[in-house]
């Protein structure tokens, strides 16, 4: 027991001498670490230095040496090479296999380099190489002794300065630290009267910190003594305070009675207000009977005498609509008015305050303006005054007076009331609204035949748009087939100008060449001549009929198409050519690019016709309106194949369409060429085939000077 008390005693001390050897440890291990890791870097650098050294000063004299066979010389470089610092070992390897070996080989830290033998003077000629191997064993081993020699020497400086110090701390801090300790430990309320003394000179004018510390335990002591003595007086003064805390808990019960009342009193209020705006009955009575419902049961709930409601009237008088007497529950007379020039600073402070609370009717100055000998007659005490609003003016006002008794109002009291007066801001505003949908039942009752007359005008009228709308889309087509015919009309009138013309030539030549032969007087030559001429107006005829011929094919295949609505399988790309080739009179005369972007394969099954009419209208739009004159403008129609569906691209970079119009372009009859003669109907008519005939979709997307872009999707098999 004894020697585990030592041992706790001296446990500060241990856990010091302990702490002290670790940092020290550590900081030599740190040290010791640093030190050595500078020497091996230095051990290496001067191996790696020696090598150097040999490559740059002896090279070339081992090998002049080799050179003029002069092996004495060479014995001698060698030898230097073997003293300098780390070198241990040289092996020359000559171009006759002769070897010169010279030390000894080591396979432990060695550091290897091998150089070429090369005889400057005689064109680089190379005679061997040289082997050189350099060795930190040595310097490695001493590293090793000196790591063992310089921790030894800081462990014993470490232990020793440790141990020196820890008998300075335990003989001037730790033995009175652990005197203070048992005195604490031993400490009670019998032996408070002994004061801490320690086994010290004690200084008070220069007191060090053990001495603060012992005092501020002798203080210490003091103090519980006087808190001891404080604590018996305050006992007694403990009996007095119950005392005075009793009847202080009589008086809180008081408050919490009238709380209590205040609660009950805020809880009827509350169940009235709630029971009023849920009753539905009471927003389908009359206003005038529901006010009067309204008031009474608002001042059963209420700590007052008397309610009633006056009615402002062109801001001159106020009239009374209602008035209740809770003593003998009945309804008073109501034909009172107040004419308003008398109140001119009771009306506005009712304006600004909305809420007037007043306990003394006789003493209130914001209502000397009343009839002070009427009140009396009616005994009135106390008065509050809460304006209603409707349509965020003042439409009356409600009165709650009490009789022969004054009354502080309270604050719940005044938010009760003001919860009344937005019920009856809201029984107003039913009553309007019921006004207003009896007015419009009668004007619906008479507007019904109106209604109905008009509808069959309309009906009527929407009929004759509809047939009118549809000849104008049939006008449309034939028009735009009509131009087609024009337009191939033109281009086929070229091809069998030029046709007419060399047959018509053909046919003089041949009458020329028959009288010749009819005279005996062709020559060979002029046959010849005949012969050649007849082949370029053979060729000129083939061409020009097969151009016509190919002209006639594409205008009757997209003409017999846009005329007829027959399903059949095409070629999509085939047929965009043919398409641009019935329009090739309209894009020869300009100076516009149109390209095709299509595979070769791709064929579907469907109306070709309406992917006629809808490129036809695409390109004349942009011919017209997306594209000034003398400009070269470019055009792209891009069809690819996406899973079951074609997705048709086309998209030219003319002027575009403005912003407002991206919505309109597809409504029937919209156009902005108007004056040029524009129908309005040609994307109108490309919206419905997309629509109805392919089944598909479109999208547009335009910017101002930078084109327009149309996106049609729709199924490969119709």
Known sequence: MNKNKILNDKKLTFTLIGFLLLISIIFTL????????????????????????????????????????????????????????GIIYVQINENNSDVIKAGKKNNKYTIENT??????????????????????????????????????????????????????????????????????????????????????????????????????????RTNLINDIQKQAKYKTNLELTNKKLEEEIKIRKAIEKDALAKKERIQNQYNTIIELTTDNNLFEKTFEDALNFLLKKCILTFDADRVSFWKLQNDKKIKCLCRYLKSEDKYLETKNTIDLVKLPNFLNTVKENGVIDIMDVYTDSRIKEFNQEVMKEDNIKS???????????????????????????????????????DLISNLLTISEWKKAQKEILELNNSLEKTVEKRTKELKNNIHNLQITQKQLVESEKMASLGGLVAGVAHEINTPIGISLTGITHFQHITKELKKLYEKDNLSQEEFENYINISDEISDSIYNSIKRAAEQIKSFKQVAVDQSNEHIRSFNIKKY?????????????????????????????????????????????????????????????????????????????????????????????????????????????????IIKNALHGNIEVYSKIN????????????D
């Open 30 to 85: 740190i040290q010791t670490i640093f030190i050595l890791k500078n020497d091996y870097d230095d051990s290496i650098k001067t191996v790696n230095d020696s090598i150097n050294q040999i490559k740059n000063t002896r090279i070339d004299s081992i090998s002049m040496a080799i050179w003029q066979l002069d092996n004495k010389q060479l014995d001698i470089l060698i030898d230097g090479i073997l003293k300098l610092p």
């Open 115 to 220: 150089f070429n033998l090369i005889h400057k003077n005689l064109e680089n000629t190379k005679l061997g190489t040289i082997y050189i191997q350099g060795s930190y064993e040595k310097s490695v081993d001493k590293l090793f002794k000196k790591i063992i020699e310089k921790i030894f020497i800081e462990i014993f400086k470490v232990f020793s300065i440790a141990f020196l110090l820890i008998f300075v701390v335990h003989k001037l801090i730790i033995k009175h630290l652990i005197t203070m300790a048992k005195y604490t430990i031993d400490l009670d309320t019998k032996k408070l009267s002994i004061p801490l003394i320690l086994d010290k000179k004690y200084s008070k004018s220069n007191p060090d910190s053990i001495d603060i510390v012992a005092d501020a335990i002798n203080t210490m």
């Open 383 to 421: 008065l509050l005054k809460v304006s209603v609003l409707f349509h965020n003016e003042m439409y009356g006002l409600i009165y709650f007076e009490t009789i022969e008794k004054q009354k502080m109002w309270t604050q719940d009291e005044i938010l009760f009331v003001s919860r009344i007066s």
């Open 576 to 688: 965009i050519e043919e398409i641009l080739l019935s329009l090739h009179n309209r894009i020869k005369k300009t100076k516009h690019v149109i390209t095709i972007h299509c595979e070769n394969d791709i064929t579907i099954n469907g109306y070709p016709g309406s992917l006629s009419q809808i490129l036809t209208n695409f390109i004349m739009n942009s011919l017209i309106h997306g594209f000034d004159k003398n400009t070269i403008g470019h055009i792209d129609i891009y069809a690819k194949k996406i899973d079951n569906n074609i997705e048709l691209i086309y998209k030219d970079d003319g002027k575009g369409i403005e912003k407002e119009y991206i919505n309109k372009i597809f409504d029937p009859f919209f156009t902005t060429n108007r004056e040029g003669g524009g129908s309005g109907l040609g994307l109108n008519i490309v919206y419905n």
């Open 706 to 717: 930078e084109g327009v872009t149309y996106k049609i999707t729709f199924p490969i098999e």
